[in-house]
């Protein structure tokens, strides 16, 4: 039977509202019949109509679309048994560019000076009537500063955040709400606005009032009556402001501060005056993927230390507590947050640095129910203070952006399941609206490097266009005029290196390349190639230009200054940031490489002929000073370390026996640190793959399943329930050794650059690999290897669920695989045997064959 799998407008299957004029629509079917193919797709909307067999999404290109309307779009599919599918989806179209009739207001009696704080939460209120019966009506809104709406008395919208994280100087994203069945004959809308991103502190610098002096809101309610006629409501004459709220403070480092004795009929108003901003930011229906509350988490123990109740949650996450009082008039409760303990139970908040996160909270009287909606924190642990145990339930809501998972990954060793966890775990921890390093301390930014590396994982786990589009729209806006890219976006006044002009910076800028890239593997949409080919055109100029102060080999060799790299990032095996950034000769020189090589490769999918050619001819040079300069001309390093060996061979710098050298030096490497991991951010995503598709299966996996520090499953098998930042982030007796390593403290128990390694697990163990981008054509071809007995990993493709799930019992292999329709799929098995097979479940079966010498 064919059925419709999927059926989405700009990737979402419901609630899409969109100022995109051709927005893109995306769907997948699927048939329990083997073999089956599609024959004929059918496409309308509006009046467009569109047919084609191949393809998974396609971009509306009928008559103009109007601005604040309701459109549906139907599809209908048949295949070659005569069977057919269809479905139906609505969207809507946002203000299309418009102009808004509301005006931007705030309160023009605060002000604020103090550094490093929040500014007070703002509450505007407003009340209106309806003058007939209402078909439609949305309202709105944005603000400079983070929002949340009630109606009526009634919270508007699921979303946390909004209007959510952008390049504000540049673009402010605006969310639609229906309020159709909310609306009454008469009207109050509260909209409080703390400071956010915007106004309040940002970064470890917590420079505030970055954006604006003080918070702002433009807001429209548009009514469409019954009778035909339209109403526009928005900010300006009529609504007032407040400081006098129940919410005395809120920031994303501190917390929030409540007082539930607050009555807003008690509050001092005054009318809200006309604000000026300082910038002039396109504004644009929501594309991002917007911040919810997801899993309601409960605490697996209570424990009574000194005057605090510490609450265990079982689980490192970032999201809000959740707390359930019977509370006396005036009782103060505070909640603090640790994502670990001390050896005396205490909450170690010592890596927080400068952030508070704490939630204080002045009960009313009787029974009560709060949970912060503007600020968020990243925890394992929370204490509780000012409340006996009896009269309180402590609840926690994970908080992370609105992202359909696609992946998945189990196999025989609960522990390499535990790490896949820890990978999921840290993704939703830290897929906060942007791709944030952190989400406890006084950081919590879009540090690029992290998600450069991090980016082909979180495309197997997550459906990522949405949120990634979003986030490199704002890379491009925020690249410098000499071609770098800041080391976080949105930078928001943040600035590394601080060089005039501003420096290249090798790994963290190549996001630009390596995330449209991943993205592209995992959709096969060249248009986000396209969107950011000259943005990775200028970074790869930049870094050329950086690294051409020399003569020779040596005018490939980028060897800038140290302390204005990155280096090889908290390579486990040197102790201080120094000796990291000291290794970014071969570092930032292997990215020189790697970019330019897939710059080359992306422009000739572009059909961009002179690029390709010039972008191929610079990664062949540089490959050749590497080779050159840093070896000794057979494929031995001068200077050994495990990613000054990885990086090369992962990025085909070296060739036929200069490689196999290369190859076996970095696996003695590996065994002589009895297979513990030694490579810092840039190398460990490769270091398996580096190992594994050489030769070195073995070596690979004893190093994938090593328990002894620094590795991926020392984590585990001393309760990490999250990635960390650092390999050694605890020692055997649970205790952080991190000392002065020149990092203040940098250490996060939350962090997912490292869980890259799920990757491999995709890949190499679960042998999930696209052979097109899209997964129009795919392999399947697992790595049997280490202790392992059986593996299982799934991916929805833009077709449908391709999967595959293998048995190893003695030297009996038994594979299992699943094909979407509309796709074909090359399994190979571990003897060497190949079949090509199409939409369909398909069952396989061979001998292991004989274990091959190291090297072989």
Request: with cysteine; net charge negative.
């Amino acid at each position: 039977m064919l059925r419709l799998r999927r059926f989405a407008c700009e990737g979402l299957e419901n609630g899409c509202v969109t100022d995109e004029t051709h927005p893109r629509f995306s769907f997948a079917f699927e048939s329990d019949r083997s073999g089956a193919s599609l024959c004929e797709v059918t496409l309308e909307a509006n009046g467009w109509t569109w047919r084609d067999t191949g393809r998974a999404s396609v971009r509306y290109d009928g008559a103009p679309l109007s601005p604040c309307t309701t459109y549906q779009a139907r599809i209908c599919a048949t295949d070659d048994a005569g069977e057919s599918a269809k479905g139906t989806i609505e969207f809507e179209t946002g203000l299309l560019g418009g102009a808004w009739e509301a005006e931007w207001i705030s309160d023009a009696s605060y002000h604020f000076g103090e550094r490093g704080v929040a500014p007070v939460p703002m509450v505007f209120r407003y009340g209106f009537p309806l003058e007939g019966g209402v078909r439609r009506a949305r309202v709105y809104a944005t603000a400079l500063g983070i929002y949340d709406i009630s109606l009526n008395g009634e919270r508007v919208g699921e979303r946390y955040f909004a209007p959510g994280f952008t390049s504000y100087a540049s673009t402010l994203q605006y969310q639609a709400y229906d309020v159709t069945d909310r609306l009454a004959a008469t009207n109050e809308l509260v909209v409080t606005v703390a400071g956010g991103w915007a106004v309040g502190p940002f970064s470890y610098t917590r420079a505030n009032r970055v954006t604006a002096d003080r918070q702002a809101l433009l807001l429209e309610v548009r009514v469409e009556y019954e009778d035909g006629s339209t109403q526009v409501l928005g900010t300006g004459d009529g609504w007032e402001v407040t400081e006098d709220g129940p919410c005395h403070m809120a920031c994303f480092y501190d917390g929030e501060t409540y007082d539930a004795r607050v009555s807003l009929d008690n509050a001092a108003w005054r009318p809200a005056a006309r604000e000026t901003l300082h910038v002039s930011p396109a504004l644009l229906a929501e594309d991002g993927a917007p911040v919810c509350a997801h899993e309601l988490m409960r605490p697996e123990s209570c424990t009574k230390v000194g005057n605090e109740l510490v609450y265990d949650f079982g689980q490192n996450f970032a999201g809000v507590v959740d707390l359930v009082v019977d509370g006396l008039e005036g009782q103060t409760i505070v909640v603090r947050h640790a994502e670990i303990l001390k050896p005396d139970g205490t909450l170690n908040t010592d890596f927080l640095r400068t952030a508070k996160a704490t939630v204080t909270y002045v009960c009313r009287e009787g029974r009560q129910e709060f949970s912060p909606r503007l600020t968020y924190m990243g925890f394992r642990y929370v204490s509780v203070s000012g409340v006996d145990e009896a009269n309180i339930e402590v609840r926690a809501r994970a908080l992370y952006s609105d992202l359909r998972q696609t992946g998945e990954f189990v196999c025989s060793d609960e522990r390499l399941n535990r790490l896949q966890e820890n990978i999921v775990w840290s993704s939703k921890s830290n897929l906060m609206d942007i791709p944030t390093d952190c989400p406890q301390r006084d950081e919590r930014m879009g540090w690029t490097g992290d998600i450069a590396v991090f980016a082909p994982t979180a495309c197997f786990n997550f459906d990522m266009g949405r949120f990634l589009r979003k986030w490199l729209r704002d890379v491009r806006v925020e690249q410098y005029r000499t071609g770098g890219i800041p080391v976080t976006v949105p930078s928001q006044g943040f600035g590394f290196p601080t060089t005039i002009p501003p420096m290249a910076v090798d790994f963290w800028g190549d996001a630009c390349v390596l995330v449209p890239w991943a993205l592209y593997l995992a959709e096969g949409d060249e248009e986000v190639l396209r969107e950011n080919f000259e943005t990775m055109r200028r970074y790869v100029d930049a870094c050329r230009f950086w690294a051409g102060f020399g003569v020779g080999d040596y005018h490939y060799i980028w060897h800038t200054p140290a302390v204005l790299h990155f280096g090889d990032w908290v390579a486990p095996d040197v102790p201080k940031m120094s000796q990291w950034q000291g290794r970014s000769r071969w570092t930032a020189t292997a990215s020189l490489q790697h970019t330019s090589g897939l710059v080359a490769r992306i422009a000739k999918i572009l059909g961009e002929k002179d690029a390709a050619e010039k972008y191929g001819r610079l990664s062949e040079r540089v490959a050749r000073a590497y080779r050159n300069v840093f070896t000794d001309g057979h494929g031995r390093l001068k200077r050994e370390f495990q990613t000054a060996y990885v990086l090369p061979i992962q990025f085909g710098m070296f060739k036929g026996e200069e490689l196999s050298a290369a190859v076996a030096r970095l696996s003695q490497l590996v065994e002589q640190g009895e297979y513990r991991i030694g490579t810092g951010f840039p190398g460990t995503p490769y270091i398996l793959f580096a190992l594994a598709d050489h030769g070195q299966k073995d070596v690979a996996f004893k190093m994938l399943e090593c328990t002894e520090c620094p590795s991926w499953l020392y984590e585990v098998v001393h309760g990490a329930t999250t990635i960390w930042e650092r390999w050694d982030g605890l020692d055997e007796n649970g205790s952080c050794p991190i000392g002065d390593d020149g990092t203040d403290q940098m250490i996060s128990y939350n962090h997912y650059a490292s869980g890259a390694v799920g990757d491999f697990l995709y890949r190499r163990v679960a042998g999930l690999e696209p052979l097109e981008p899209g997964y129009r054509r795919s392999r399947v071809q697992p790595l049997v290897g280490g202790g392992l007995r059986s593996a299982s990993g799934t991916v929805e493709t833009p077709f449908g669920r391709l999967g595959s799930s293998w048995k190893l019992d003695g030297t009996a292999f038994s594979l299992d695989v699943e094909v979407p329709l509309g796709t074909s799929c090359e399994v190979v098995l571990p003897d060497g045997s190949a079949h090509e097979v199409w939409c369909g479940t398909y069952s396989f079966v061979c001998t292991m064959p004989a274990a091959k010498e190291a090297g072989e």
